[in-house]
């Protein structure tokens, strides 16, 4: 095998990094599946608090569910300041979350692209010089637009825009609850090259248990086994050498 | 029509005035037609009738991000949107509705 090293971009999640050679490749798109309350947000904004507080990489978040506050009054319960970030230049928050709406959508053509989207993201990594970049969560346009085909094919687009500027793209993508897949569209594990499942199964009439697979990541050598996962005071943690007992 | 950031077509005095925000992007390949289905369907009613703003996102990306919009080609009127090329029918619809909530 060659000696040649991908960049890596470490992820901020104590442990994880263990598990996947060191970090994610630099400019790769990674998704982040799993069902609600497996703590997919949590850790999608602490790869960009712990990017820009200890690589000195910014980003941006696009939340297109939860309204900034909500995210910034959650994040400060693990000692993660976005505010502060935010202020400083370093980190920007751009909400499209379904409240801030402005008209209803009555008709949906089998003829548009997502360039609207695409602009809005590409702007604001212009203007602080982006490095990381999190998509929260795509699932939510598999409810906006019915043309499914398209929307895959112009995500696909959007992705491959983003991360020929070198950025690094984390998607989030919510499984529903009885399902098998790895999000809405079915089709979610394509769009990147590596895909994080997280899970929170049941494993006793009273107790849960969090636990983190990598699925897939493409040019890595990585575990192939569910490891065991907190969330923390200081966030998200994953223990390398611990199996989950769900498993 | 013009095309220019809020580039505005009539004078918007009057409160009768049907306002349609046209949003569009420089790699849009359907924005020129659903540009031209917008023009041939408000050509039969008399041009002061209209206040149509266009938006390019290409240049102004922060007024798809005031407006929410995602995708393009996108028509709003009056708090109703379409997105693709859309049909003469639909923005009918659409600037009849506006003119009875204005009425009433």
């Not at chain 1, 609850?177 to 394509?190: C, K, M, P, S, W």
């Not at chain 2, 809020?6 to 540009?35: G, Y």
């Amino acid at each position: 095998m060659s000696q040649y090293k991908i960049e890596r971009v470490k992820t901020g999640i104590p442990g994880l990094d263990e598990l996947i050679e060191g970090g994610f490749p630099r400019g790769d798109t990674i998704l982040v599946a799993g069902k609600a309350g497996t703590g997919k947000s949590i850790l999608a904004t602490q790869f960009l608090y712990r990017g820009i507080v200890d690589y000195g990489e910014p980003g941006v978040l696009i939340t297109l569910e939860e309204p900034p506050r909500l995210i910034k009054r959650n994040m400060m319960r693990f000692g993660m300041d976005l505010e502060k970030l935010e202020k400083e230049g370093k980190l920007a928050i751009v909400d499209l979350s379904p409240a801030r709406t402005t008209s209803v959508n009555i008709e949906e053509y089998p003829s548009f692209d997502l360039s609207g989207l695409e602009a809005i993201i590409m702007h604001h990594m212009k203007k602080i010089n982006a490095q990381r970049v999190v998509i929260d969560t795509l699932s939510i346009l598999a409810y906006k637009f019915k043309s499914r085909d398209i929307l895959r094919e112009e995500i696909f687009k959007m992705c491959a825009n983003i991360t020929s500027t070198g950025c690094t793209l984390l998607l989030t993508s919510e499984i529903p609850a009885q399902d098998t897949g790895l999000g809405v569209f079915d089709i979610e594990a394509f769009l990147a090259s590596g895909v994080i499942v997280l899970y929170n199964e049941k494993i006793s009439d009273t107790s849960r248990s969090r636990s983190i697979e990598v699925l897939k990541l493409r040019g890595s050598k990585h575990s192939s086994r569910i490891h065991s996962m907190r969330i923390t005071d200081e966030g998200i943690r994953v223990w390398p050498g611990e199996i989950s007992p769900g498993t | 029509m013009t095309d220019d950031d809020a580039a505005v077509s009539e004078e918007d005095s009057e409160s009768q005035l049907v306002e349609i925000i046209f949003f569009k992007s420089e790699t849009c390949a359907f924005c020129p037609r659903a540009e031209e289905v917008l023009r041939e369907t408000i050509e039969d009613f008399g041009p002061e009738m209209f206040k149509i703003t266009t938006y390019n996102v290409t240049k102004n990306p922060e007024k798809a991000e005031e407006f929410g919009v995602f995708a393009l080609p996108t028509i709003i009127i009056g708090g109703m949107s379409v997105t693709g090329i859309p049909e003469p029918e639909m923005l009918l619809k659409m600037i009849l509705g506006f003119k009875m909530g204005v009425r009433s």
